[in-house]
């Protein structure tokens, strides 16, 4: 396995100035998006733009595995009124590796299929997950930046928000934002855990003294509960990622082989680096953002707040009080 080494956060530059001169943070907002998806992605593009970064100019960064389309490139250029760019992602960065034991990782998609797990048996579902855990952020035009908020396509923003949320992190020395927090389905990681566990016994100077371990696991380690941030909405220092810690995790992750033989998510493996790696008073509840990617939304908990940022969603259908909602948990957790 060759995986190139973590990126200094020396080359990355701390502020920027913003379209209105005011400070700005070293950010960007990232979609990993198909040329099919292109009127979701339109729709997600416009409401976070009217809700947030008109009044920002972040610039937006479109990334795919294979070209984008002129028609992709000029609808969302003329949707977005600041900087735009779209990449390609590198080969190595996307597709299946060749050391993976094809007949294995078959094996492993059929008996998902079998079982009726969602995408089991999808492979360009498994390079996203891989991609999105491992590589997004090396990116050559994603390199420069230190900051990131993930956008998909069909999802929803329900809030203004009028204050900089990347700032807010820095200032206040958060390294992993989220609104939505739920439950993995268990037969998509059967293995994670163990590889978890081997490699913190292995390293165990690169666990966080003040983690969240007690957000993943009801029995200190022993094993995985499901639970994690649910990673289509995220806002996020890629510095976390781009750390030793997490390389080298995500290293013995790639090792094996699970992104393919099993399905391990994007959305457990960063929830899992974020609460080993960080401090668990790092990780930031964006209470203040109504969220959704279907079928789950996330809409701020008092009236008041729901009133001061004009926001077009309720307390009905809040995915905090259902049953397979984390929220409680990490609220304890964070509170402990
Ligand atoms: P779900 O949210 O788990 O149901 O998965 P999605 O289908 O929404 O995929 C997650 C993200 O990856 C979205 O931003 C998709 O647009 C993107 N995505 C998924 N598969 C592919 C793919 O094969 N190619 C590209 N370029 N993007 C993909
Ligand atoms: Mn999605």
Redesign the pocket.
């Known amino acids: 396995l060759s995986l190139s080494a973590p990126i200094p956060s020396a080359t990355v530059s701390e502020y920027d100035q913003g379209t209105n001169g005011t400070r700005r943070a070293n950010a960007a907002i990232i ?5 099919s ?1 292109l009127g979701n ?1 339109l729709s997600s593009v416009k409401q976070l733009e009217e809700r947030f970064n008109k009044r920002f100019g972040y610039p937006w960064v479109f ?4 070209p984008f389309t002129n028609e992709f490139k000029e609808k969302m250029s003329a949707a977005i009124s600041g900087p735009v760019s779209f990449g390609l ?1 590198p080969k190595e960065h996307w597709y299946q590796p060749d050391w993976i034991d094809e007949e294995k990782a078959a094996a492993g998609r059929a008996e998902m299929v079998a079982n009726d797990v ?2 089991g048996g999808s492979v ?2 498994r ?2 997950c891989r991609f ?1 855990s491992g590589f997004f952020y090396r990116h050559p035009l994603v390199q420069q930046y230190k900051w990131y908020w993930r ?4 999802v929803s923003f329900f809030c203004d928000t009028d204050y900089d949320p990347f700032l807010y992190m820095e200032e206040n020395d958060k390294v992993y934002g989220f609104t939505i927090s739920l439950y993995e389905w268990p037969q998509t990681v059967a293995t994670l855990w163990d590889a978890v566990k081997e490699f913190v016994n292995e390293n165990p100077h690169y666990l966080d003294p003040d983690n969240a371990l007690a957000f993943l696991s009801d029995d200190d380690g022993g094993s995985y509960n499901m639970c994690h941030f649910w990673s ?1 909405f995220e806002i996020a220092n890629m510095e976390l990622w781009r750390g030793e810690a997490y390389s080298k995790f995500f290293e013995h992750l790639e090792s094996k082989g699970g992104f393919y033989y099993e399905r391990w ?1 994007d959305a457990p493996v960063h929830s899992i680096g974020a609460a080993l790696f960080a401090r668990k008073d790092q990780i930031h509840f964006f209470d203040d953002i109504g969220y959704q ?1 279907p079928p789950f939304r996330h809409c701020p908990h008092l009236p008041s707040v729901r009133k001061a940022k004009n926001c077009s969603c309720s307390s009905v259908g809040n995915f905090d009080y259902n049953r397979d909602s984390c929220l409680n948990l990490w609220r304890q957790v964070e509170m402990s």
């Open positions: 979609m990993l998006v198909r040329n998806e992605a990334l795919n595995e294979v992602i969602v995408y360009s579902y390079n996203m999105n956008v998909e396509p069909g289509n998510g990617h």
